[in-house]
C-alpha cells in the first residue's frame, strides 16, 4: 500500500475518533477546539488525496476548508461563547456510555451500508467512505442529544465536515462550485446563528433549549 | 368587413394589458387622493375599449403569435390571439369598459385607503384576466391564471371587517386552488404526452399532439375540475352564493361577468383545441351536468331572498346552459356532425356574451339599490322605481334578456341552443337519440323557472310600496353609473335585435374549433332574419318580431281605452269609501317564492318556523339550504381536521424529535438503499 493512502487512512481513523470525542465532550470550549481539529484532519487528508492523484484543484480546496474550519469559523465561535458568557459551561450529558455504544452501532451500519457504494467508486480512497458516512450519522446523533442551541450548531457543523469528507472519498471531491457555495453558505450560517443567539437569550434568558421548546410554535 | 389599422391586434392587447399593471401601480403613488384613483378607473375603461376593439380586430385577421423574453430559460412566454380569445376578449373588454366606468362613479363615497386598494387591485385583476386570454403556452397561463385567482379573492374580501365576507373569501380560495393543482397536473400530462422537453409547455406544441384516448380522458376530467372551479358548475358551485353577495357591486358583476366565462374559456380550449379529439362520453358527462346545474340554480334562485345572492344562483343557472352547450357541441364533434357542432358552439358563446352583459348590467344595478337603501334583503324593498327610475328603466331591460323575452338578448341563444337540442335526432347510438331530445325540455323547465326569477327579482324591488320608510330617502344613480348601465343595456338590446350580426363574431372561432365550411353556411341571415340552415325553415326576425309586438300593444291599448267606459275608481269594501292598503299587505318575497319552494320541496333543505295560533307577535321565517354543503363539502372539511389531527401527532414540539425524524428516515433510507 502506497504511503500516502496509508496515510489517508490514518487521517480518517483520526477524523472517527474526533467524531466520537465531539459526542462525548461536556465542555463547549473544549468541544471548539475539537471541531477545529476536525477540521484540520479534513484539509490534511484532503492534501494527502491531491497529492496522491495530482489533482491541484483540491490543495485549492485543502487550502479553503483549512481557513475556513479550523481559523474563522473557531474564531467566531470562541467570540460568541465569550460574549455569551458560557466559556468554561458544562453542559448535561446523560449517559455517555450508553451513547458511544449506540455510536458504534451506527459505525458498524455505517460500514456495512458504505460498502456496496464504495465498490462503485473508482477513487483510492474509497475504504474511507464508511468512516465519512459514521461520522456524518455520529453528527446527527450529536444534534439530537445535546441540548443547547450552541452545541447543535457544532454538530450541525461538524456534520458538514463528514459530508465534505465523504465526497472526497467518492468522488474527490464536489465540483469547485459547489464546495464554494457550501463554504459560503456555513460561514453565513455561523454569522447568522451568532445573531440569533443573542435574540434568543434575550428573549428566553438562556439558550437551554428545553427552555423553548414549548414556545416554538 | 373591418381594415387592418396597421397594429397588429396582439400588440394592442399586450400594451393594454402593460397599461393596466402600470395603473395598478399607480395606484399605490396616488393612495392620498381619491379624485386621482378614480380618475385610474377611467383610465382602466379606456384600456377595456381598446382590449375589446383588438379582440373585434383579431377576429378577422388570421391568430398572431409573439415571444416575450421573459419567463424560463427555454420557455420564453408565449403569446397568441386567435379567434376564441378574441371572442373572449370582446366579451370581457366590453364588460370591463361599463364596470370600470362604474366602478369610478361607484367609490365616490368610499374611503380613499379603500379606493387606493381597490383600484391596485382591479386592475391587477384585469390584467390577469387579459393574460389568461393571451397566454399560448401552459406557464405563462397558469401566472396569469394564479394572479387572477389571488387579485380577485383580494376583491372579495375588501369589506374585510365583515366576518362573514373573509370566510366566504377563504372558500373561492381554497376552491381555487384546488382547480389550479388539478390544471397543473392536466398539463403537465399534456406536456409529458408532447414528448418535447420544455419547448411542450407551448400550447402550439400541444395542438400538433394527439394523447392516447385514456391520457386524454384523464386530462379532461382534471381540466374539467380545474376550470369547473372558476365557473361553478355544481359540486363546486358552493363559493358562489357566498362570495357575490360579500363582495362589492362592481367585483361581483366582473366575477359573475367575466371570470366565471373564464372557465367556459377553459373548458373550450381544453376540450376542442388542446385535445382536438373529444370523446363522445365527455360531451355527455358535461350536457348532464350542465342540465342539473342549470336546474339546480334556477330551483335556488327561486328561493332567495337576497337578491345578490338570487343572482348568483342565477349565474350558477346560466353557466349551466353553457356548459350543456358545451357538451352538445363536443357531442356532435365526437361524431363529426361539424354542421350541428357549430350551432351548439354558436349557442353557446351566445349564451356566453349574453350572460356576461345582461348579468353585470344585474349585479351594477343591485349594487345602485344596494348604495341608495343600504339593503339587500328583498324583504325590505320595493317601489324603488319612483325612487330610481333610471336603474328601474335599464334593470328592467336587463331582467327581460334574463328572463329570456324576445326580442331581448336571452331569447337568442335560449333559441339556439333549443334548436341544437332538437336538431339531434340522428346519432349513430339509439339512446342518445331518444335521451338528447330530452335535454330540451329541461332546458324549457329552466327558461321558465328564470323568467319567474326575474318577475321575483324585478317586481318586488322596483314594483309596488315600499316596504320601509328609509326607502322614501333613496336615491338614483350618479352619472358614472348611469353611463354604464346604459352601456350594457345597449348592449343587452343590440344582441337581442341583431342577431345576424353578432353570429359573424362567433364564426371564426367556430372556424378555428370545428370547420371551416359548417362555420360558413350556418346560421346565415341579414339584419332582419336569422336562419339556422338553408336546409331547415327555422328563422328568427327580432326586428319583425319587436314591430309585431309595438302593433299588438298599441292596438290593445286603444281598444282598451274605447272600451273602458269611464275612468276606474278604486274603494276597498267594507271600509266607508276610506283607502288603508299599506306596503305590508303586498306580496312578499317569501310569499312569492312559496309555491317554488312547495313543488321543489324534495330538492331543498329546508327549515321552517310556523308561529302556533294563539302567539300575539307571530314570526313566520323560512331558511333554505344547501343539500350539497352537507353532504359534500363537509364531510370533505370533517376528514381533513380529522387528518391533521393524526399529523398533529406526529408533532412533539421538540427540536430533539425532529432531529430525531431526519435520523431515524435517514437510517431507514440507507437500509433500503441497496
Known amino acids: 500500500m502506497p504511503l500516502f493512502a496509508q496515510i489517508t487512512n490514518l487521517l480518517a481513523a483520526l477524523f472517527l475518533l474526533v467524531a466520537f470525542a465531539m459526542l462525548a465532550q461536556r465542555r463547549i470550549v473544549h468541544l471548539i477546539n475539537l471541531y477545529a481539529l476536525q477540521g484540520g484532519i479534513l484539509a490534511l487528508s484532503i492534501v494527502a488525496v491531491g497529492y496522491g492523484t495530482h489533482q491541484e484543484s483540491l490543495y485549492l480546496s485543502a487550502a479553503l476548508n483549512g481557513l475556513l474550519k479550523v481559523i474563522v469559523i473557531p474564531l467566531i465561535l470562541y467570540r460568541l461563547v465569550r460574549r455569551l458568557g458560557l466559556a468554561w459551561n458544562r453542559e448535561n450529558l446523560l449517559r455517555v456510555p450508553t451513547l458511544l455504544l449506540v455510536g458504534l452501532v451506527l459505525n458498524i451500519f455505517a460500514f456495512d451500508v458504505a460498502l456496496p457504494i464504495a465498490h462503485l467508486a473508482g477513487t483510492i480512497n474509497r475504504d474511507t467512505f464508511g468512516i465519512a458516512l459514521a461520522s456524518v450519522l455520529l453528527s446527527l446523533l450529536m444534534m439530537i442529544v445535546r441540548t443547547t442551541a450552541l452545541t447543535q450548531v457544532l454538530g450541525f457543523l461538524s456534520l458538514e465536515n463528514g459530508l465534505i469528507f465523504a465526497a472526497t472519498s467518492v468522488t474527490y471531491g464536489m465540483p469547485m462550485m459547489v464546495e464554494l457555495g457550501i463554504a459560503l453558505d456555513v460561514i453565513v450560517g455561523v454569522f447568522i446563528l451568532g445573531v440569533f443567539f443573542f435574540h434568543i437569550r434575550e428573549e428566553f434568558d438562556s439558550l437551554d433549549l428545553h427552555r423553548f421548546d414549548r414556545h416554538e410554535e | 368587413m373591418i381594415t387592418q389599422v396597421g397594429h397588429d391586434p396582439l400588440d394592442i392587447a399586450l400594451a393594454v394589458c402593460a397599461m393596466w399593471l402600470v395603473l395598478a401601480a399607480a395606484s399605490l403613488a396616488l393612495s392620498h387622493r381619491p379624485r386621482a384613483l378614480r380618475a385610474l378607473f377611467v383610465g382602466g375603461a379606456a384600456g377595456s375599449f381598446l382590449f375589446a376593439a383588438a379582440g373585434l380586430l383579431a377576429l378577422f385577421a388570421p391568430a398572431t ?130 414528448h418535447a422537453g420544455l419547448a411542450g409547455y407551448a400550447f402550439g406544441v400541444m395542438r400538433e399532439t394527439t394523447l392516447p384516448p385514456a391520457l386524454a380522458s384523464v386530462v379532461f376530467a382534471l381540466g374539467l375540475f380545474g376550470f369547473g372551479a372558476k365557473a361553478g358548475f355544481l ?6 352564493p357566498e362570495a357575490h353577495p360579500v363582495a362589492p357591486s362592481p367585483v361581483s358583476a366582473l366575477l359573475s361577468g367575466v371570470l366565471l366565462k373564464l372557465g367556459i374559456y377553459g373548458i373550450l380550449l381544453f376540450t376542442l383545441e388542446l385535445l382536438h379529439a373529444p370523446l363522445w362520453w365527455w360531451g355527455v358527462l358535461m350536457l348532464v351536468l350542465g342540465l342539473v346545474t342549470a336546474l339546480f340554480g334556477a330551483i335556488y334562485s327561486a328561493a332567495q331572498n337576497d337578491m345578490k345572492r338570487l343572482l348568483s344562483y342565477s349565474s350558477i343557472e346560466n353557466i349551466g346552459l353553457i356548459l350543456a352547450g358545451i357538451g352538445l357541441t363536443v357531442l356532435f364533434q365526437a361524431y363529426h356532425m361539424a354542421a350541428l357542432a357549430t350551432l351548439a358552439l354558436m349557442a353557446t358563446l351566445y349564451q356566453t356574451l349574453n350572460h356576461a352583459v345582461f348579468k353585470s348590467l344585474l349585479f351594477l344595478g343591485t349594487g345602485s339599490v344596494l348604495h341608495a337603501t343600504g339593503e339587500r334583503n328583498l324583504g325590505k324593498l320595493g317601489g324603488l322605481i319612483h325612487r330610481m327610475p333610471w336603474v328601474a328603466a335599464l334593470l328592467l331591460i336587463g331582467s327581460f334578456a334574463a328572463a329570456g323575452v324576445p326580442p331581448f338578448n336571452g331569447f337568442v341563444s335560449e333559441w339556439l341552443l333549443l334548436q341544437s337540442f332538437l336538431g339531434a335526432t340522428s346519432f349513430p347510438q339509439p339512446y342518445l337519440n331518444m335521451a338528447v331530445p330530452l335535454g330540451a325540455a329541461a332546458v324549457v323547465l329552466v327558461a321558465g323557472l328564470a323568467a319567474y326569477v326575474m318577475v321575483k327579482f324585478y317586481g318586488i324591488t322596483f314594483l309596488g310600496q315600499p316596504r320601509e320608510a328609509a326607502l322614501k330617502n333613496a336615491h338614483d344613480a350618479g352619472f358614472g ?12 338590446l343590440f344582441l337581442g335585435l341583431f342577431p345576424a350580426w353578432t353570429v359573424d363574431l362567433f364564426r371564426p372561432a367556430a372556424a378555428q374549433l370545428i370547420d371551416p365550411g359548417a362555420a360558413r353556411d350556418t346560421l346565415e341571415g341579414h339584419v332582419l332574419f336569422c336562419r339556422l340552415h338553408a336546409a331547415t325553415h327555422a328563422d328568427y326576425g327580432p326586428l319583425i318580431v319587436l314591430g309585431a309586438l309595438a302593433l299588438v300593444s298599441a292596438a290593445l291599448v286603444l281598444i282598451l281605452r274605447r272600451l273602458a267606459p269611464a275612468p276606474l275608481r278604486r274603494v276597498a269594501p267594507w271600509n266607508g269609501g276610506h283607502d288603508t292598503r299599506t306596503a305590508r299587505m303586498q306580496d312578499t318575497a317569501e310569499g312569492f317564492g312559496q309555491p317554488i319552494r312547495q313543488v321543489f320541496a324534495p330538492f331543498f333543505r329546508m327549515q321552517i318556523q310556523r308561529p302556533a295560533p294563539a302567539e300575539t307577535a307571530p314570526v313566520y321565517a323560512s331558511r333554505v339550504e344547501d343539500p350539497l354543503w352537507y353532504a359534500l363539502y363537509l364531510p370533505i372539511t370533517r376528514s381533513v381536521c380529522r387528518m391533521s389531527e393524526w399529523v398533529a401527532l406526529l408533532r412533539r414540539r421538540r427540536i430533539a424529535i425532529y432531529l430525531l425524524y431526519a435520523f431515524v428516515t435517514l437510517i431507514i433510507l440507507l437500509v433500503l438503499a441497496p
Open chain 2, 481 to 492: 353609473e348611469r353611463i354604464a348601465l346604459l352601456l350594457l343595456a345597449g348592449g343587452c
Open chain 2, 235 to 240: 359540486p363546486l358551485h358552493a363559493w358562489l
Open chain 2, 65 to 194: 403569435h409573439t415571444t416575450l423574453p421573459l419567463g424560463l430559460p427555454q420557455l420564453a412566454f408565449h403569446l397568441r390571439l386567435d379567434a376564441l380569445a378574441a371572442v373572449f376578449a370582446i366579451l370581457f373588454g366590453f364588460t370591463a369598459l361599463a364596470i370600470s366606468l362604474y366602478t369610478a362613479g361607484y367609490l365616490r363615497h368610499e374611503q380613499t385607503a379603500r379606493i387606493a386598494r381597490m383600484a391596485g387591485q382591479y386592475h391587477l385583476l384585469l390584467a390577469a384576466i387579459g393574460l389568461v386570454l393571451l397566454a399560448d403556452d401552459a406557464y405563462v397561463f397558469l401566472i396569469a391564471w394564479e394572479t387572477m385567482a389571488w387579485s380577485s379573492y383580494l376583491l372579495i374580501i375588501s369589506d374585510d371587517h365583515m366576518v362573514l365576507a373573509r370566510r366566504a373569501g377563504l372558500l373561492y380560495l381554497i376552491t381555487e386552488h384546488m382547480g389550479a393543482i388539478a390544471l397543473m397536473l392536466a398539463f403537465g400530462i399534456l406536456q409529458a404526452g408532447t
